[in-house]
T-cell receptor, first 112, second 115 residues
């Protein structure tokens, strides 16, 4: 079992839909959870950052972490064509220098 | 600089040649990371630097890969005797310090094609 599992999609939704993206993980030591967005031929950019369990909201984006289930989610409300990108979950433990472990990414396409 | 800068942005090289990829991190960031992203694969961790030291080289795929960082700033990733399987995007990132809680910022990547 890989440390981080993420369904690669592709996921296609109409404009205005609610999108749910998910990752599961196996390492209970993970404490930091992030979502990155990557447009075609660009570097990943940080979208959401959560420490430990709980929810975090930023505009149309909500990140959820359920450490008991080792499951994290990113919800996008009122999706826009500009949200079309690959979304990568990433996580790491608490020790200094611990590398971020990434999922393979989910490709999202929002049609107008 | 304003962001992480990588060069070259694109590189096509012949199998067996050596390549050097350069990364200039965000000013003031002491930690620097190299990742590799292959088609259909996630980001694969290669190596990180705290200052000029590389505490974790565990991700380097073979002894053909090496990296250095001088002056606590610019880093170079060198791939010797390139193979076709080395074709990928090489992403550099930096953060204030090498701690998990620090946000990591990525560059645009160096797209390497080995023919």
């Amino acid at each position: 079992q890989k440390e981080v599992e993420q369904d690669p999609g592709p996921l296609s939704v109409p404009e205005g839909a609610i999108v749910s993206l998910n990752c599961t993980y196996s390492n209970s030591a993970f404490q930091y959870f992030m979502w990155y967005r990557q447009y075609s031929r660009k570097g990943p950019e940080l979208l959401m950052y959560t420490y430990s369990s709980g929810n975090k909201e930023d505009g149309r984006f909500t990140a959820q972490v359920d450490k008991s289930s080792k499951y994290i989610s990113l919800f996008i409300r009122d999706s826009q064509p500009s949200d079309s990108a690959t979304y990568l979950c990433a996580m790491s433990g608490d020790q200094a220098g611990t590398a971020l472990i990434f999922g393979k990414g989910t490709t999202l396409s929002v049609s107008s | 600089g304003a962001g992480v800068s990588q060069s070259p942005s694109n590189k096509v090289t012949e199998k067996g040649k050596d390549v050097e990829l350069r990364c200039d991190p965000i000013s003031g960031h002491t930690a620097l990371y190299w990742y590799r992203q292959s088609l259909g694969q996630g980001l694969e961790f290669l190596i990180y630097f705290q200052g000029n030291s590389a505490p974790d080289k565990s991700g380097l795929p073979s002894d053909r890969f090496s990296a250095e960082r001088t002056g606590g700033s610019v880093s170079t990733l060198t791939i010797q005797r390139t193979q076709q399987e080395d074709s990928a995007v090489y992403l550099c990132a930096s953060s204030l310090e090498a701690h998990s809680g620090n946000t990591i910022y990525f560059g645009e990547g160096s797209w390497l094609t080995v023919v």
